[in-house]
C-alpha cells in the first residue's frame, strides 16, 4: 500500500540541540502533516501543511511541504526535554482514502 | 471533558470473544475516523463516519472488524471472534474542519 518513509528511525540529542527529520513518499498527499505522539496518548498535531513548497513555523518548529507534495521535513530548533516522543509524519493520499496515512515515526531521545 | 473520549482504555480479550470499543467524539464534530496502531508502528486507517454515514470502510482488515455510529454521534468498534493479531492500540479522532483531534486510544491485548 501506500507508504510514507520517515527517517531517521530514532535520533539521540543532547539538550539545546536542534532536530531535523524527513518524510518522503512515491505518491502525492494533499495534505502534509506532522504529528507529535507521547506514551499512553493519542498523536496531536504540530504542523499542517496544505500547499506544495509551502513553509511554516509554529514557536520551535518548521516545517516544509516539498515541491512535489511527496516529501516534508519538520526541525526543532533548541530541543527542550518536554519534546521527547515519537514524531510522525501523515497525510491524505490524493485519489485515497478518506483516512490519513502515517509513517512509521522517528523516537527523538534527549539525553541531559 | 472536551476532548475525544475513548472506553475503555485497556481491554484483555481472549481468543475468540468479541469486544466493542467506544468512542465519544468532540461535541458537533461532523466526521470521525478509527484506526488501528500497532506496537512501534504509525496509526492505519479502518473507517470514516460523516455524521451516521460511513462513507470510507476500505480498511477494516476482515469481516470481523464492523463500526457503527447511528445518531451521528458516539461511534462503536466491533470486533468479532478477536485473533492475537488483533491486539493493538484503537485509537478515535474527530474533526470538524481539517484538524482530527484524536483520543487517547484503547489498549487491545488478545490473549
Known amino acids: 500500500g501506500q507508504q510514507l518513509n520517515q527517517s531517521p528511525q530514532s535520533m539521540f540529542i543532547q539538550e539545546g540541540e536542534d532536530v531535523s527529520m524527513n518524510c518522503t513518499s512515491s505518491s502525492i498527499f494533499n495534505t502534509g502533516l506532522w504529528y507529535k505522539q507521547e506514551p499512553g496518548e493519542g498523536p496531536v498535531l504540530l504542523i499542517a501543511l496544505y500547499k506544495a513548497g509551502e513553509l511554516t513555523s509554529n514557536g520551535r518548529l518548521t516545517a516544509q511541504f516539498g515541491i512535489t507534495r511527496k516529501d516534508s521535513f519538520l526541525n526543532i530548533s533548541a530541543s527542550i526535554p518536554s519534546d521527547v516522543g515519537i514524531y510522525f509524519c501523515a497525510g491524505k493520499l490524493e485519489g485515497g482514502a478518506d483516512g490519513l496515512t502515517f509513517g512509521k515515526g522517528t523516537h527523538l531521545i534527549i539525553q541531559p | 471533558g472536551a476532548g475525544v473520549s475513548q472506553s475503555p482504555r485497556y481491554k484483555v480479550a481472549k481468543r475468540g470473544q468479541d469486544v466493542a470499543l467506544r468512542c465519544d467524539p468532540i461535541?458537533?464534530?461532523?466526521?470521525l475516523f478509527w484506526y488501528q496502531q500497532a506496537l512501534g508502528q504509525g496509526p492505519e486507517f479502518l473507517t470514516y463516519?460523516?455524521?451516521?454515514?460511513?462513507?470510507?470502510k476500505s480498511g477494516l482488515p476482515s469481516d470481523r472488524f464492523f463500526a457503527e455510529r447511528p445518531e451521528g454521534s458516539v461511534s462503536t468498534l466491533k470486533i468479532q471472534r478477536t485473533q492475537q493479531e488483533d491486539s493493538a492500540v484503537y485509537l478515535c479522532?474527530?474533526?470538524?474542519?481539517?484538524?482530527?483531534?484524536f483520543g487517547q486510544g484503547t489498549r487491545l491485548t488478545v490473549v
Open positions: 463516519f460523516q455524521n451516521e454515514a460511513q462513507l470510507d
Open positions: 479522532a474527530s474533526s470538524l474542519h481539517t484538524e482530527a483531534f
Open positions: 461535541s458537533g464534530h461532523v466526521s
